[in-house]
């Protein structure tokens, strides 16, 4: 059975700091790792993929993935008030993507 | 580009009726995904379709259905309506990966 975990929070991070977010993945085999933040009562959105061990930033997110420990990370810089959401970790393989349980960020002014 | 898009956006229906929802994928996507999210929960995955073929299914009974077209659109057909079937159905379309969303619809069983 493939999992991915995630701690489901609430993880309260003051505002101006870094939120962290972590995820861990069963399937060696897997290729893709992605991120997504969903507000409640929205859809997931897509905020950040990555594909090969090591750092990818974007703007205030970067995204860290280490194969070998089979874990991925999301930090958030300089965290605003809109960043409160809960923040999906999904895995994929060749044949589909799995998706964590999430984790509820909330951003304390 | 227009994103995913998905009908009617909510739905009111009662115990044992019929429903179909609806959803188009971002031009160029052939695989369309659906899930279902309770309130509160994680989502949980439905069913995959990628060339008109369903390519896995998620631990949800047989009145949980769909198909697709061949302009890659979807539709997912729930049966005979519970009052745990509460909740955000979302499609997710993509040409190899990542997934991305539509909207959703929102169904309420009475």
């Known amino acids: 059975q493939k999992e991915v975990e995630q701690n489901s929070g609430p993880l309260s991070v003051p505002e101006g700091a870094i939120a962290s977010l972590n995820c861990t993945y069963s399937d060696r085999g897997s290729q893709s790792f992605f991120w997504y933040r969903q507000y409640s009562g929205k859809s997931p959105e897509l905020i950040m993929s990555i594909y090969s061990n090591g750092d990818k930033e974007d703007g205030r997110f970067t995204a860290q993935l280490n194969k070998a420990s089979q874990y991925v990370s999301l930090l958030i810089r300089d965290s605003q008030p809109s960043d409160s959401a809960t923040y999906l970790c999904?895995?994929?393989?060749?044949?589909?993507?799995?998706f964590g349980k999430g984790t509820r960020l909330h951003i304390l002014p | 580009e227009a994103g995913v898009t998905q009908s009617p956006t909510h739905l009111i229906k009662t115990r044992g009726q019929q429903v179909t929802l609806r959803c188009s994928p971002i031009s160029g996507h052939t695989s369309v995904y659906w899930y279902q999210q309770a309130l509160g929960l994680g989502l949980q995955f439905l069913l995959w379709y990628d060339e008109g073929e369903e390519r896995n299914r998620g631990n949800f009974p047989p009145r949980f259905s769909g198909r697709q077209f061949p302009n890659y659109s979807s539709e997912l057909n729930v049966n005979a309506l519970e009052l745990e079937d509460s909740a955000l159905y979302l499609c997710?379309?993509?040409?190899?990966?990542?997934?991305?969303f539509g909207d959703g619809t929102r169904l309420s069983i009475l």
């Open positions: 999904a895995v994929g393989g060749d044949d589909k993507i799995i």
């Open positions: 997710a379309s993509s040409f190899g990966q990542p997934q991305h």
